[in-house]
C-alpha cells in the first residue's frame, strides 16, 4: 500500500514538472547570487579608489588591492597604468611586477603602437593578441602569456591623461554591464590621479617654501596681532638657542609690545623698520603686515638682521677716511712748515755756535731749537701715523708703535696733569702687523683713558703702558695694556662697548666707533682686545697679538 502511494506521488511529480521547477530555480537563485558578488565587488573596488586618495596611498598599493579584487571576478592576469605627459605616453606602475617587461618611465613609441591607437581615438578597446596584427605590443603580450586585453583610456575634464590596460591569459568576454563598470572605474581612477597630482603639486610647493623659509641666513618670524610667534626660521632658532614657538616676541627681545613696531605695522598697517640691541648685537628689525583674502590683517612677518659685522666694516671705512683725510692734511702742512721750520733750526744752530753758553741769548735761542725740533717730530709722527693707505704687514715691534703714538699725544695728556707710566719690555719678539694700525689701536685705548679720568683728582691721574710677553696654548702672545685709574666701566655694559656706536661718554663726547674699530684691527691681526673693569677704580684694556713665527734658518 505504502509502495503504491509513492508510486504515485512519483507520477505527480514527473506529470506537473515540480522537480523540473526545483532544479531550475535553483539554478537561477544561484546565478542571480553571483551577479550579486559580483555588483558588490565593483562597487566595493569603485569605493575603495575613491578612499584611496582621501587616506593618500600610493598608485602601486592602489592597483594591488584593485587587482586582487577584480581577480576574483574576473580571470586578469595583468593590470598596468601609463600616464600622458608634455605628448608623451610614459609607463608609471604594473602589477603583478614580476610581468614588468619594460622598465617604469618606459616611453612608448608612436608608431604601429596598440595604445597610442586608444589614445588618439579615445574609446575603451577589447583587442585579442594576434600574431598576424603590426602592433609592436604583441610581442610584449606573447612573451607574457597574454590572450586578450582591455584598454581604456582614462579622461578629466574632456583631456586624456592616461591609459589603464586589463590582462588576462584567456579570452574574457566582457557584457555591456561590465564594459559600463570598467568605464566607472577608469573614470574614478582618472579623477583619484589627478587629485593626486594636484596634491603633489601643492604639497611640493609647500615644501619648497618651508625650504626657502628656513634657509634664509637672516632671522625670520610670524608672529600673532599680539606678538605670539608662530612660525621661525633656523636662523632665529640658532641665533637664540631655544624653542621660541608661543612665546611672546617682545619678551624675547626685551622691548615694551605698546611702544613696539608690532603695534605701529598693526595701527599705520604699513612696514615698519628699526635698530635694536639684541643680546649685545645690532639688529636690523623690520615689520610686515600679512593679509587674508578678505584683507584683513592676521600676522604679521617679522625680519631681523644681524648687521653689527656690517656696521664695524663701516666704521672702519669712517674711521680709515678720517685718517685718510688727516694724511692728505698733514701733508700740506709738512710741506707749508717744513721750509720754514729747516730756515729756523738752520739759523738757530748757526747762531748757536757763534754765541757762547754763558751769553743770556743762548737760552733763549736754544729752546727755539728745541722746539723746532719737537715740532719736526710731531709732524713726521703725524704723517706716519695718518699713512693708511698701504696696510702692508710686516716685522715691527710693539713698543716702536707704543712711542710713535706718545710721541704724537703724549704731551697734551700730560698737559692735563696725567702721569704717564711705561713698563715697556725691551726683549719683546716682533709681531708681523701694520705698525699704522696697531698704533690706531693704542691712540684709542690712550684716549679713553685720559677722558675716564676727568673727574679724578688732579694729583691722583695716572696712566700704566705696559708691554709683556707670554705663554698661551703652547703659543706666543705680545701684549699690550693701558691702565687707569679713572671712574671704570659699569659691569653692564662690559660687553656692549665694542657695539659700534656704543658709547659711555657723554654726549658729543665719543662717537661709540673707537673700540669697534679697534677689535676689527686685532682679529685682522690674529688677536683680540680684553677688558678689565671696576666701576670707580679703573679699567684695563689688554691687545693680544700672536708673535711672528721664527723662520727655521734663523
Request: a negative charge; aromatic letters at 8%; charged letters at 25%.
Amino acid at each position: 500500500m505504502v509502495k503504491a502511494m509513492r508510486d504515485r506521488q512519483q507520477i505527480i511529480n514527473l506529470l506537473t514538472g515540480v522537480q523540473s521547477s526545483k532544479k531550475s530555480y535553483y539554478t537561477e537563485l544561484k546565478k542571480m547570487v553571483n551577479e550579486l558578488k559580483k555588483k558588490n565587488m565593483q562597487l566595493e573596488i569603485i569605493n575603495d579608489i575613491t578612499k584611496s586618495f582621501n587616506i593618500d596611498m600610493s598608485i602601486d598599493d592602489m592597483l594591488k588591492n584593485t587587482f586582487d579584487k577584480l581577480k576574483e571576478i574576473f580571470p586578469i592576469g595583468r593590470i598596468s597604468l601609463l600616464l600622458y605627459e608634455q605628448e608623451q605616453l610614459i609607463l608609471t606602475n604594473v602589477y603583478p611586477e614580476q610581468d614588468l617587461y619594460f622598465p617604469v618611465g618606459f616611453v612608448v613609441p608612436k608608431e604601429h603602437s596598440l595604445y597610442w591607437k586608444v589614445m588618439q581615438s579615445l574609446e575603451k578597446m577589447f583587442y585579442q593578441v594576434q600574431e598576424e596584427k603590426a602592433f609592436f605590443e604583441n610581442k610584449i603580450y606573447q612573451a607574457l602569456g597574454i590572450r586578450s586585453i582591455l584598454l581604456i583610456p582614462l579622461m578629466r575634464k574632456a583631456q586624456v591623461i592616461g591609459l589603464l590596460s586589463i590582462g588576462s591569459e584567456e579570452v574574457i568576454m566582457y557584457d555591456e554591464s561590465d564594459l559600463s563598470f570598467f568605464q566607472q572605474f577608469g573614470d574614478q581612477l582618472a579623477v583619484c590621479i589627478e587629485n593626486v597630482r594636484l596634491y603633489n603639486e601643492v604639497l611640493t610647493s609647500k615644501k619648497e617654501w618651508e625650504e626657502t623659509f628656513r634657509a634664509v641666513s637672516e632671522m625670520i618670524f610670524v608672529v600673532d596681532l599680539e606678538g605670539n610667534i608662530l612660525k621661525y626660521n633656523d636662523a632665529a632658532k640658532a641665533f637664540f638657542s631655544m624653542n621660541l614657538y608661543n612665546i611672546n616676541i617682545c619678551e624675547l627681545l626685551s622691548i615694551n609690545f605698546k611702544e613696539s613696531p608690532i603695534v605701529e605695522t598693526i595701527e599705520t598697517k604699513k612696514p615698519v623698520h628699526r635698530q635694536f640691541y639684541i643680546q649685545q648685537r645690532v639688529c636690523e628689525f623690520h615689520s610686515y603686515p600679512v593679509w587674508n583674502e578678505q584683507q584683513k590683517m592676521y600676522a604679521i612677518i617679522i625680519y631681523i638682521n644681524d648687521i653689527t659685522e656690517k656696521l664695524q666694516i663701516e666704521a672702519q671705512l669712517i674711521q680709515s677716511g678720517k685718517l685718510a683725510a688727516i694724511g692728505e692734511m698733514a701733508a700740506g702742512i709738512a710741506h707749508e712748515l717744513n721750509n720754514p721750520l729747516t730756515a729756523i733750526l738752520g739759523n738757530a744752530q748757526l747762531l748757536l755756535r757763534s754765541i757762547k753758553k754763558d751769553d743770556r741769548s743762548y737760552k733763549l735761542l736754544y729752546d727755539i731749537h728745541l722746539c723746532g725740533k719737537r715740532c719736526k717730530s710731531i709732524i713726521q709722527n703725524l704723517l706716519t701715523f695718518s699713512r693708511q693707505d698701504e696696510y702692508v704687514f710686516e716685522l715691527c715691534s710693539i713698543n716702536e708703535a707704543v712711542e710713535q703714538v706718545l710721541g704724537l699725544i703724549g704731551d697734551q695728556i700730560q698737559k692735563q696733569n696725567i702721569r704717564i707710566q711705561k713698563k715697556l719690555d725691551s726683549s719683546l719678539g716682533l709681531i708681523e702687523a701694520n705698525i699704522q694700525q696697531i698704533g690706531q689701536v693704542i691712540l684709542n685705548f690712550l684716549i679713553n683713558a685720559k677722558d675716564a679720568l676727568e673727574e679724578v683728582e688732579s694729583d691722583r691721574k695716572v696712566i700704566v703702558i705696559e708691554t709683556k710677553q707670554f705663554i698661551e696654548n703652547e703659543k706666543q702672545w705680545v701684549v699690550l695694556c693701558v691702565r687707569d685709574n679713572g671712574k671704570g666701566i659699569a659691569e653692564q655694559h662690559l660687553q656692549e662697548i665694542f657695539n659700534p656706536f656704543f658709547t659711555t661718554k657723554r654726549p658729543g663726547k665719543g662717537t661709540g666707533l673707537g673700540l669697534s674699530v679697534s677689535l676689527g684691527i686685532a682679529e685682522a691681526h690674529g688677536g683680540t682686545i680684553e677688558v678689565v673693569s671696576k666701576l670707580g677704580r679703573g679699567s684695563e684694556f689688554c691687545l693680544k697679538i700672536p708673535c711672528a713665527v721664527k723662520e727655521e734658518n734663523e
